[in-house]
């Protein structure tokens, strides 16, 4: 009995290993190159504490299940009956990268200090909402599921484990960015964003526009 429970050769059991680190490899990579993701949390953990960057991280984490949604659906199901889909997720999500980079850019520089204990919860929802928003449109995310499930975990792969595997790349999502909003909001850190907090909300603000630019005028996914 090997990775997915059936019972296997010992050979057919080592591919199965052997895949399983290709999957678990593919996924770490993707997940800690920068991107829009990282930029968010960055800020959110820098500006607004701990809370906030966590709460963004599982929003993220949140999003990866609407792409490993359609990824297990099939994607000639929905080009079938939805065939625009993919670049109706360009538009909006490059909308609204967009949108967020101009509202960093125009955030004011004392932003950081009207959080208030008492809305703590509210705060915390409106940065899991920006967290799962940014994700779950996130182009470069739905690339990377879509390719993951076609090409390395495979059509004929049992669902529970395509489910598992969607289950890893979420954990995997979190954990790397509860990191970076643990490290992003040490005092030490904060404290010199904080000083600098005009300059920074611009840079995060000017990457995030860059980016939802490159993707409002790309032609399409690439899918």
Known sequence: MCIDGRHQTRKECALDIAQAWIIATITWLAVVSPGADFAVVSRNSSLFGQSAGLASSVGIASGCFVHVAYAILGLALISQYFPDFFEYVRIIGAGYLIYLGVTMVRAKADGAHSVHVSG????????FRMGLL???LNPKTSLFVISLYSQVIGPETAMDSKILWGVF???SHFIWFGAVSLFMSTPVIRTQILQNQRVFNIMIGLVLLALGSILLFKN???V
């Open 120 to 127: 703590q919860q509210l705060s915390n929802w409106r940065y």
């Open 134 to 136: 940014t994700n779950s």
């Open 169 to 171: 790349i979420a954990v």
């Open 220 to 222: 399409d996914l690439g």
